[in-house]
């Protein structure tokens, strides 16, 4: 079928527009895999060593209450980010309970970008409408985030509203 846009060879197969607001809870801009590791250090050499995905970016995590850690590193590929996730001690059981015995990498959550106040507030009303409650939630003074259970999928969906700071951190996560 030939199509009147313009050829471009960096583009596999043109996709439709990035938001779709008929669609839902997930019909907002796709742009994150995240991964719950059990040692940080080790799984940036396992990604970079498979998948060739070197360079990170830390995200800068303050300390917690009660000897929980955080340990969160970043990574564009291909126009999509790679997360990967060290957590471990109380309050931080959605992600530190995650990777079953023996397993040191583990899909986690699609994360998906949230564009204005209106949107979120559109997608805090779409979670309620489709029986999907938020299992936890916050702001980290970037982002303000919510994570559902998507028992469908067998996997959390994160989604985050970056502010100006957190725009300017996203746009600087190292590029592979």
């Known amino acids: 079928m030939p199509s009147d846009l ?5 583009i596999v197969v043109r996709r ?19 991964y719950v590791v059990r040692d940080l250090d080790a799984a940036m050499e396992q990604i970079g060593a498979s ?5 990170f970016t830390m995200v800068p995590v303050p300390p917690l209450d009660g ?27 959605l992600h530190a ?3 079953p015995e023996g397993a040191d990498i583990r899909f986690h959550h699609n994360g998906y970008f949230v564009r ?3 949107e979120w507030a559109d997608l ?11 299992v936890m939630s916050g702001d980290s003074g970037f982002i303000r985030y919510a994570y559902v259970y998507a028992a469908e999928l067998g996997h959390y969906l994160e989604f985050v509203l970056p ?10 996560v190292a590029a592979n």
């Open 51 to 55: 998948f060739g995905v070197r360079k």
């Open 67 to 93: 000897g929980a850690t955080l340990r969160i590193a970043l990574a564009w590929c291909a126009g999509q980010m790679i997360e990967l996730i060290e957590a471990r001690g109380p309050g931080l059981e």
């Open 97 to 99: 309970t995650w990777l």
């Open 116 to 118: 204005n106040e209106r």
């Open 163 to 172: 502010n100006a700071d957190g725009k300017a951190f996203f746009e600087n």
């Open 16 to 34: 439709p527009p990035a938001v779709a607001p008929a669609a839902g809870s997930l019909g907002l801009e796709l742009f994150q895999n995240a």
């Open 6 to 10: 313009p050829h471009d060879d960096r």
């Open 124 to 134: 805090l009303q779409k979670l309620a409408e489709e029986g999907r409650p938020i």
